[in-house]
């Protein structure tokens, strides 16, 4: 079993970042598949990007790529979203989510998700 709590939501403006944080726990953290997902209101989750256990493999959706990265740090089961040059659009309630044995983009191929932090980017 694995639990997520996400942490670093808020109200920035267009053209500011974030870093969004999420703590596993867990002692199987270092073989899991991360992953951040979004949804705003409205509208279906959305993948946002992932991070293979390794942290040899990521990827990002063509709506972030360039300007968000994924991190995370195994001896600490926590991995990071930092968002960079954040746009309107970007706006949703961002979750993480894990997974041991998938390394997709589809959000059904997690098991494991956390409650979800708000992101509120103004224009």
């Not at 694995?2 to 942490?7: D, F, I, N, T």
């Not at 974030?18 to 953290?29: D, H, K, P, V, Y």
């Not at 300007?67 to 659009?89: G, V």
Request: proline content about 2%.
């Amino acid at each position: 079993q694995v639990q997520l709590v996400e942490s670093g939501g808020g109200l920035v403006q267009a053209g500011g970042s974030l870093r969004l944080s999420c703590a596993a726990s867990g002692r199987t953290f270092s073989r899991y598949t991360m992953a951040w997902f979004r949804q705003a209101p409205g509208k279906k989750r959305e993948f946002v990007g992932r991070i293979s256990w390794t942290g040899n493999t990521l990827a990002y959706a063509d709506s972030v790529k360039g300007r968000f990265t994924i991190s995370r740090e195994n001896a600490k089961n926590t991995t990071w979203l930092q968002m960079n040059s954040l746009k309107p659009e970007d706006t949703a309630v961002y979750y993480c989510a894990a997974t041991p044995g998938y390394n997709g983009n589809f959000a059904g191929g997690y098991d494991y998700w956390g409650q979800g932090t708000q992101v509120t980017v103004s224009s």
